[in-house]
């Protein structure tokens, strides 16, 4: 039996950190797959729980230096607390650290700028103070950023080096080297005094601490999407027990609990109304703007608000099973899942960190013993080569950019279920929608009334009368457009239902009324001759006639349809415009199903299909080479969802949890497909830009850094500069990532 373990990772700092802990956790036996997320600091893994314990996990994160505990949602900070912690500490590390740094800088490169320096600390007055001082104010330094030196050369020695390995290799040959100066200088070689690099082992860790602040900071806007969606819930409820009114923490609400809902409040939890009538605002979760009108009967969920009227509803869904909890949840696992780009970044740390460090080494030796430059010519050229080399960025290219695009989709009432499903969708080429509920509104509708008899509305009054008494789709059709008429309803008597035919009553006068199908006429020996052009025009639109007798005279006919939903026609067109094939699978009959697909626009119909042939279907495509997604109810289509390569489910959110859809769409209108194509294809543009600015940065600043220009005459890149370009870069990417929250979507 296969166990999926979420944990928590302490002390990641970068994409090589990321795939330590992975590798580590992989090669353990009875693991199956173990991913890692930067961003969120998690680690999903699965693997056989009676054959591997959370401990033996824990312990190889721990042994690969690094700490892991098991997620506990319940009493684990949230992932907003814990970057707020995280962003507030890197900045009190930052201001400790350029306290120290900024003195010694001034101290180190004042007189060389015929700046002032206390005669006290001077180079040419006082040597051994002026080295002193500056050991003294490095080593505070040093001990603020000894997270670096603990990860870095933890991972050396365990063979992973990471990004860390870079700074702690860096700043460690620049220290002891200027320990080495110092030494001289205590000896009486004064001259040594010009050869200390403790300012750029102080000013390299801060400024690294700076950039690490504005990546943490960064990284905190890019899970805005849940932090909003948190802060959505109610924290109290109004419960009504034993006839009192009482008010109660949300935690505190059970199932069956009936809760009192006044005006403006949040609804507390999932549930049913039981009396009352009012607009809720369900724009936070479905991202439709136009309040919608609730009463007995009807669903409610928590987070969305109520409007001008007072509702008593009963606690159907609470805690983690509410509609809100699920979308949070499904929001998180998208952000912590990796999608396939992600291995490219993955790769390139592996062996990107072990390069850039023979890169080092080599440039030393080229410039010592090659060009015959001094040691410390030399070792500056290669610190700076390690410094600038540091590919934070790689790491962050991808989970920012999943990240908001999840967060986007969310705020836009669309859900991806996990990341490589963000970045598939825009690949998809062929679409295949469902007919009833998804191309269709799903609710059938009067389009037409045909008299041969009499008045129009008087037969609609009278039929509706007699419809009221029945709960079939059809007759409620009838009885919405008596009401939408205004027209009135009269007593009926001996109402019958003809199973399978239709319905029987004797409305106010004493007149009785046959309303059904063409098997119920010609039971009656109805002469149908006069509706014959009427019922062939109507069923090659797709409609249903229902006829209606009385005293064996045929009165009139009604077409009764289930329309196309307003945003169809233009929604399939566009979707062909984008070279996207689309095709519409239906178990209703042929002539139906032709009608529906001319009407939207769709020249494939697949029809008289029942719901387990549906899979089928999707399949017989696949074996075509194509790329399908399914859009259907999510209920009767999960068959069909599940084998799709995108499953999309379309609806209102009530079927929120159904685990065969990929992609989620929280309102009934299927334009939203389009924004969900649109914000797939924009994320993975904005990894690839992420991507090649994270490569092409390390790519032409490493030789600058080797000193391949100063061979032709022009400057070396000072180790500090590198310190400050390679914490920036990381800000960058995160930044790119940050502009699909403000991208207008196609």
Same mark, same amino acid.
């Given at each position: ?184 200088? !205590?000896?009486?070689? #004064? ?57 109660? /923490? ?17 609804? &507390? ?21 136009? &309040? ?25 869904? !609470? ?20 999608? &396939? ?59 920012? #950019? ?142 249903? /006639? ?53 009407? #939207? ?146």
């Amino acid at each position: 039996m296969e166990k999926e373990e979420v944990f928590v990772i302490d002390g990641m700092t970068c994409a090589a950190c990321a795939a330590t802990v992975e590798n580590a956790v992989s090669k353990i036996d009875h693991v199956d797959s173990a991913v890692v997320n930067l961003t969120t600091e998690k680690m999903t893994v699965r693997y056989n729980p009676d054959l591997v314990s959370e401990e033996e996990i824990e312990k190889a994160v721990a042994d690969a230096g690094y700490g892991a505990s098991v997620f506990d949602p319940a009493t684990a900070k949230s992932q907003s607390e814990r970057q707020s912690e995280a962003t507030q500490n890197m900045w009190h590390k930052f201001l400790l650290s350029a306290l120290f740094a900024v003195p010694l800088l001034y101290l180190s490169m004042g007189s060389m700028m015929g700046l002032w320096v206390p005669d006290v600390v001077s180079m040419d007055s006082h040597p051994l103070v002026f080295a002193l001082v500056q050991l003294v104010l490095t080593l505070p330094v040093m001990y603020l950023g000894r997270r670096f030196y603990v990860n870095g050369f933890r991972s050396l020695i365990k063979g992973h080096p990471n990004m860390d390995s870079l700074v702690a290799l860096a700043t460690s040959a620049a220290f002891i080297y200027s320990l080495y100066g110092v030494y001289h200088v !205590v000896l009486g070689h #004064a001259h040594h005094a010009h050869m200390l690099y403790f300012e750029s082992v102080a000013v390299i860790l801060t400024l690294i601490t700076l950039g690490k602040y504005f990546e943490t900071l960064s990284k905190g806007r890019t899970s805005d999407a849940i932090q909003k969606l948190v802060k959505l819930s109610a924290k109290t409820a109004t419960v009504i027990r034993d006839g009192e009114e009482e008010s109660v /923490p949300i935690e505190n609400v059970v199932i069956g609990d009936i809760l009192l809902v006044k005006p403006g409040e949040k609804i &507390p939890v999932d549930g049913r109304v039981v009396s009352g009538h009012s607009a809720i605002d369900e724009s936070m979760l479905t991202g439709e703007s136009i &309040p919608v009108e609730k009463v007995a009967d009807d669903k409610v969920f928590g987070a969305s608000i109520n409007g001008q009227g007072s509702l008593t509803i009963q606690a159907e869904r !609470v805690g983690d099973e509410t509609l809100l909890a699920q979308i949070i949840k499904l929001v998180e696992d998208a952000q912590q899942t990796k999608a &396939p780009i992600a291995k490219i970044a993955d790769r390139v740390a592996g062996v990107f960190v072990p390069a850039v460090i023979t890169i080092a080494l080599v440039t030393f030796a080229f410039w010592y013993f090659v060009m015959g430059e001094g040691f410390v010519f030399a070792l500056q050229v290669a610190i700076a080569v390690l410094v600038i080399a540091c590919p934070c960025a790689l790491g962050l290219a991808t989970p920012t #950019a999943i990240m908001v695009g999840t967060g986007r989709g969310a705020e836009n009432g669309i859900l991806y279920k996990r990341g490589d499903v963000l970045e598939n969708a825009h690949h998809i080429d062929t679409m295949v929608f469902d007919k009833t509920g998804t191309i269709t509104q799903g609710k059938p509708q009067v389009v037409d009334v045909i008299t041969y008899h009499g008045d129009e509305k008087s037969l609609l009054s009278n039929v509706a009368s007699i419809e009221k008494y029945s709960e079939h789709p059809l007759s409620q059709a009838i009885v919405e457009k008596a009401v939408a008429e205004k027209l009135d309803f009269s007593e009926v008597e001996n109402f019958t239902s003809l199973t399978g035919r239709g319905l029987q009553g004797e409305v106010a006068g004493g007149q009785t009324f046959y309303i059904g199908n063409r098997r119920l006429m010609e039971e009656l020996q109805v002469d149908l001759s006069a509706s014959e052009a009427a019922v062939l025009a109507a069923t090659q639109k797709g409609q249903t /006639p229902i006829y209606i007798s009385e005293n064996q005279q045929l009165q009139g006919v009604m077409a009764v349809a289930d329309l196309l939903k307003v945003d169809s026609k233009e929604t399939v067109a566009k979707l062909q415009n984008k070279g996207i094939d689309v095709v519409l699978l239906t178990g209703d009959n042929s002539k139906t199903a032709q009608a529906i697909a001319k009407q #939207a626009g769709i020249k494939t119909v697949i029809s008289e299909v029942l719901p387990d042939q549906k899979s089928h279907a999707i399949k017989d495509l696949q074996s075509q080479g194509k790329l399908v997604a399914m859009v259907g109810d999510g209920i009767n289509d999960a068959p069909a969802l599940a084998v799709a390569d995108i499953g999309i489910a379309v609806g209102s959110g009530t079927d929120i949890a159904i685990e065969s859809a990929d992609i989620i769409l929280m309102k009934p209108e299927i334009s939203d497909i389009l924004k969900a194509l649109s914000i797939s294809h924009l994320t993975i543009k904005v990894v690839k830009e992420n991507l090649f600015w994270a490569f092409i940065y390390n790519i032409l600043a490493i030789p600058v850094a080797m000193g391949i220009l100063y061979l032709f005459g022009g400057p070396l890149l000072n180790p500090m500069i590198a310190g400050l370009a390679m914490g920036f870069s990381s800000v960058s990417v995160v930044l790119n990532a940050l502009r699909l929250k403000y991208i207008k979507l196609k």
